[in-house]
């Protein structure tokens, strides 16, 4: 079983920025994502990154996010500036390996106006 913990949510104002981190307790990971889930809304792709560094942004965070990952640390990040209240929602890190997949515990970002 791999461990994932993720860091960094919180309570932001608008414009503001947040720093999210998702280490995973096995090495070998190829993609690592985040994604989100706002009340009432189905979970949404934010941002995926390869073990080469490939990105994939959503368009409603293109520009503004940006997700990095560490190999040496199995650890991805998300960078999140110019927040805006549409952002709020429990963000979830997703790590995929060879034959299995695997999801973060989740953490809060409330973004106020």
Not at 75 to 101: G, H, R
């Amino acid at each position: 079983q791999v461990q994932l913990v993720e860091s960094g949510g919180g309570l932001v104002q608008a414009g503001g920025s947040l720093r999210l981190s998702c280490a995973a307790s096995r090495r070998g990971s190829s993609i690592m994502g985040w994604y989100r889930q706002a009340p009432g809304k189905q979970r949404e792709l934010v941002a995926t990154i390869s073990r080469s560094g490939t990105t994939n942004y959503s368009d409603s965070v293109k520009g503004r996010f940006t997700i990095s990952r560490a190999n040496a640390e199995n650890t991805v990040y998300l960078q999140m500036n110019s927040l805006k209240p549409e952002d709020t929602a429990v963000y979830y890190c997703n790590i995929q390996y060879v034959f299995d997949a695997y999801w973060g515990q989740g953490t809060q970002v409330t973004v106020s106006s």
